[in-house]
Nanobody
Framework: QVQLVESGGGLVQAGGSLRLSCAAS????????MGWFRQAPGKEREFVAT????????YYADSVKGRLTISRDNAKNTVYLQMNSLKPEDTAVYYC????????????????WGQGTQVTVSS
C-alpha cells in the first residue's frame, strides 16, 4: 500500500528552474528504486530519470541529461527532481513511481505511481 504524492510543479519561463518532490508513505522507501516519468497532452508517457535504492546509481533520458537531476533522501522518504534550463518541450504532467528493479526505464516495471504534478514552461 505504497502511496506517492508529487509536489512542486508550476509555471516557469524557458530557462528557469523547478524542483519537484515526491513523498512516499505506506512502505519502506529505501527498498525501492524510484523514477520520474512525464506525459504531455496527446503524447505517450515517457521515462525521465531513475535512481537506485541507495542513490548510488542514476540514469536519465537523453532529452533531459545535463538539465535534470534526480536525488533521494531516504531519511525523509522523498525523491526529488531538480529541473534546470527548462524548455517548452518539458511541459507535461510529471509522475513519480516506485519499483523493486535496480534501474528501470519502462513504466511497466514500476508498481506504484503518484498522482502527478503539472509543469508548464512558457516560451
Amino acid at each position: 500500500q505504497v502511496q506517492l504524492v508529487e509536489s512542486g510543479g508550476g509555471l516557469v519561463q524557458a530557462g528557469g528552474s523547478l524542483r519537484l518532490s515526491c513523498a512516499a508513505s505506506g512502505g519502506t522507501f529505501s527498498r525501492y528504486s524510484m523514477g520520474w516519468f512525464r506525459q504531455a497532452p496527446g503524447k505517450e508517457r515517457e521515462f525521465v530519470a531513475t535512481i537506485s535504492w541507495s542513490g548510488g546509481a542514476t540514469y536519465y533520458a537523453d532529452s533531459v541529461k545535463g538539465r535534470l537531476t534526480i536525488s533521494r533522501d531516504n531519511a525523509k522518504n522523498t525523491v526529488y527532481l531538480q529541473m534546470n534550463s527548462l524548455k517548452p518541450e518539458d511541459t507535461a504532467v510529471y509522475y513519480c513511481a516506485a519499483t523493486f528493479a535496480t534501474i528501470a526505464t519502462i513504466g511497466a516495471q514500476y508498481a506504484y505511481w503518484g498522482q502527478g504534478t503539472q509543469v508548464t514552461v512558457s516560451s
